[in-house]
């Protein structure tokens, strides 16, 4: 089975700009978050998306914006960008069983913000 | 609001000795509490969910145990190895409608061969 895929890997953009991450989950999940992780941190929870549905949304301003396709894919956009938005963007998703939400993540897009 | 402690930053071990990292977390209403491993610059890879309602997992050399009363958990290490040496993180999930988990920092552990 295929893991939870995110394009691109890398990239590196200037304060000002927008930019547009790409996330695909597993097999048969309709459920992905967004997470963000800056160097020497946790994760923080950016966004959750169910059948194309926003079902959470953490600390963030409004500059950060997420969707989810019919396929369960989902983007996460970032306009107007800071220094301080340089990170390691993680994608998750998950199945439910019961009570359990097992999330799975993704490699993680490496943002670099010059 | 919910906040995650992991106790210690760094751990630096020889190999084959058995070690243990904590974890602790303010609000006892946990649905469940996932233990991650995270390689440099990596994702992360989950390697035990315990259920609120369990007090241990087990896979392999891992073993997680859960004290939701006090607010803690543990990930025992047995036997370990360089291969081991990675950040480990320690996420709960609060109650509510959306999967959100709140993380700790993370304890980085090295393994000397």
């Known amino acids: 089975d295929t893991g939870v895929t995110q394009s691109p890997t890398h990239l590196i953009k200037t304060r000002g700009q927008q930019v547009t991450l790409r996330c695909s989950p597993i097999s048969g999940h309709k459920s992905v978050s967004w997470y963000q992780q800056v160097l020497g941190q946790g994760p923080q929870f950016i966004f959750q998306?169910?059948?194309?549905?926003?079902?959470g949304r953490g600390n963030f301003p409004d500059r950060f914006s997420a969707r989810q396709f019919p396929n369960y894919s989902s983007e996460l956009n970032v306009n107007a960008l800071l220094l301080g938005d340089s990170a390691l963007y993680l994608c998750?998703?998950?199945?439910?069983?019961?009570?359990?939400?097992?999330?799975?993540f993704g490699p993680g897009t490496r943002l670099t913000v010059t | 609001k919910q906040e995650v402690t992991q106790i210690p930053a760094a751990l630096s071990v020889p190999e084959g000795e058995n070690l243990v990292l904590n974890c602790s977390f303010t609000?006892?209403?946990?649905?469940?509490l996932q233990w991650f491993r995270q390689d440099p610059g990596k994702g992360l890879t989950s390697l035990l969910l315990?259920?609120?309602?369990?007090r241990e997992q087990t896979s392999g050399r891992l073993n997680a145990s859960l004290d939701k009363s006090s607010g803690r958990s543990t990930l025992y290490i047995a036997a370990s190895q360089p291969g081991d040496s990675a950040t480990y993180l320690c996420a709960v999930k609060p109650p509510g409608g959306s999967e959100k988990l709140v993380f700790g920092k993370g304890t980085k552990l090295t393994v000397n061969p």
């Open positions: 609000d006892s209403a946990i649905y469940n």
């Open positions: 998750a998703s998950s199945f439910r069983t019961g009570q359990i939400y097992e999330q799975y």
């Open positions: 998306y169910y059948e194309k549905e926003e079902r």
């Open positions: 315990i259920q609120s309602s369990q």
